[in-house]
Structure formats: C-alpha cells, structure tokens
C-alpha cells in the first residue's frame, strides 16, 4: 500500500506496482478539463491528475479486470471519486466511438513498454509490460482520434524506446511537443523520458530532471508518498 498525500493506492490485486515512472508522468503531464488515462492500472495516475486539475473529469481504462476492480476501489476510498470514471475497455475500440473523438483535453499512458523481450510467465504481467495488446502505434492512434485539437498526449518510456515512441506520433499525425531526459544521477545518462505530443506544429521544450533533485521535489511535493 502506498500512502499519498490525498489518497492511498491499494496494489494487491495489480501487476504493475506504484513506480516512479508513474508518479512523475502523473506529476508532469498538462491536464485540462477532461482527461483520459489509458492503462489506469491502479488508478494512480487518475488520481494524480484529479487532485492536479480540481475542475477536470477524468476517464480511465484499463482492459484487465482485477486492475479495473483496483482503480475502482483506490477511486471510491478518494476525495475525488465524485470525477473520476473507470471503464473495462481495450482503448483501440474505445477510440473508436464517435462520441467520444476530440473530446480530451489530455491524454495520459503509462505504456506497457516491452517490445521484443521475453514475456513474463504472469499473463497479467505481460499484459501490463509487454506491447501485446496496446503496440506505440496503436496508442498513438487512438490518442489522435480522442484529443482534442488543441489537446496534449503525455507518456513515459524507457530511453532506448524513445525514438521509436516519436516515430509512430509522426505516422499518426502528433507533435512531439514537449521532453524531459529523466536521470537517475547527474552522472549518468537518461534512462526515462517524459514525452508528450500536440495535433499541430510546435517549438519542441526540452528539459531534464534528476531523481531526488529539487527539481523533482518541487514537481512531486504535492503527492509525497511513504511506502508502508
């Protein structure tokens, strides 16, 4: 269980655990007010952008069941349950819905990564890691197709698959818009980044951020966490 500032985030019955990759793509990502969160997991990240945007409705999916049945759960015990919604749906079908399109603010994905590795032996664990089910260029779709025209998609991705994140934007008509080299010290080399992505032509902002550093404590103060 992990223990935030406004919440608390159950875990038991998700295979991907609270992670700093979470935690800074919840703390960094623009928002707006409406917000969808693909792969919720936990709901985590949902929860983040709810306390971030105090007016904002938050969407989020997720297509395995137990961690559907988690978020729901982390929601329902939160201050925020009254805007946040959870969905059982794969979100290339989701996308799909007419009623639906153009209608997010933003978007935020914490991607399951994972391309031509050994899969876990946990179904559920390769579902939450591995491309099998949500591939970059299939999320890079769908995000096109629910973003609003002056919306924001926001992702993080380990730093070897950086490149091939940007390239399926391209194919899909997004942006790179914004990027953050994530370090885990100051000596050595990034191993996230924080990528995010418009629907139209814009000056790319880069920056970095070391873990620990007053840069991370300023973009993560609010939600402060202490494992129990």
């Known amino acids: 269980m992990f223990q935030f500032r406004q919440f608390t985030i159950h875990q038991d019955l998700c295979a991907m655990k609270?992670?700093?990759?979470?935690?800074?793509?919840?703390?960094?990502?623009?928002?707006?007010?409406?917000?969808?969160?693909?792969?919720?997991?936990t709901g985590l990240i949902a929860l983040m952008m709810a306390q971030r945007f105090a007016e904002a409705r938050v969407v989020a999916v997720d297509i395995d069941e137990a961690a559907v049945l988690q978020a729901r759960q982390n929601v329902a015990a939160s201050p925020f349950k009254e805007r946040i919604e959870i969905f059982q749906h794969p979100i290339q079908s989701f996308a799909n819905q007419s009623d639906l399109q153009g209608q997010f603010s933003a978007v935020v994905c914490n991607p399951p990564f994972f391309t031509n590795s050994l899969k876990a032996p946990d179904?559920?664990?390769?579902?939450?890691?591995?491309?099998?089910?949500?591939?970059?260029?299939?999320?890079?779709?769908?995000?096109?197709?629910?973003?609003?025209?002056?919306?924001?998609?926001?992702?993080?991705?380990p730093f070897d698959y950086q490149r091939q994140m940007q390239d399926?934007?391209?194919?899909?008509?997004?942006?790179?818009?914004?990027?953050?080299?994530?370090?885990?010290?100051?000596?050595?080399?990034?191993?996230?980044?924080?990528?995010?992505?418009?629907?139209?032509?814009?000056?790319?902002?880069?920056?970095?951020?070391?873990?620990?550093?007053?840069?991370?404590?300023?973009?993560?103060?609010?939600?402060?966490?202490?494992?129990?």
């Open 18 to 41: 609270v992670g700093t990759d979470g935690v800074l793509l919840g703390a960094w990502a623009n928002g707006g007010d409406c917000i969808l969160d693909i792969g919720t997991g």
């Open 123 to 157: 179904q559920q664990r390769t579902v939450a890691r591995h491309t099998v089910t949500l591939s970059y260029a299939e999320l890079m779709r769908a995000a096109a197709k629910l973003l609003s025209a002056d919306g924001e998609l926001s992702v993080v991705v």
């Open 168 to 228: 399926e934007a391209i194919f899909a008509g997004l942006f790179t818009s914004r990027v953050c080299a994530v370090r885990t010290t100051a000596s050595k080399p990034p191993r996230r980044y924080l990528l995010a992505f418009s629907k139209s032509p814009c000056a790319c902002q880069k920056e970095e951020l070391t873990i620990g550093s007053e840069y991370y404590q300023q973009l993560t103060r609010d939600f402060y966490l202490i494992r129990e």
